[in-house]
């Protein structure tokens, strides 16, 4: 059974800073893909930042410069740190982790930007 469980959300003031975690359960956590989406009230899930196996880094251009995506394969684990986060960065985070035609997604967790 696969599991992506999500942490590290929370309130946050303009400026400020979060690390999201993702920690992964019944993958060979090495193999995938993975990638932080979020979605924000009546908008489309978008992604946020992607991390190949091999460490390749892909970011959306709204992000670029204040998110960092990293991964500890010894622990399962893939992060998202947030610095200079803006009002605009409030949304539900998801994790997403892909192998060829396997996929799959955490629950996801609130960030909330505002002041």
């Known amino acids: 059974q696969v599991q992506l469980v999500e942490s590290g959300g929370g309130l946050v003031q303009p400026g400020g800073s979060l690390r999201l975690s993702c920690a992964a359960s019944?993958?060979?956590?090495?193999?995938?893909?993975m990638a932080w989406y979020r979605q924000a009230p009546g908008k489309q899930r978008e992604l946020v930042a992607i991390?190949?196996?091999?460490?390749?880094?892909n970011y959306v251009d709204s992000v670029k410069g204040r998110f960092t995506i990293s991964r500890e394969n010894a622990k399962n684990t893939v992060y998202l740190q947030m610095s200079s986060l803006k009002p605009e960065d409030t949304a539900v985070y998801y994790c997403?982790?892909?192998?060829?035609?396997?996929?799959?997604w955490g629950q996801g967790t609130q960030v909330t930007v505002s002041s």
């Open positions: 991390i190949t196996g091999e460490d390749t880094t």
């Open positions: 019944g993958i060979i956590f090495s193999m995938y893909t």
């Open positions: 997403y982790a892909r192998r060829t035609i396997s996929t799959f």
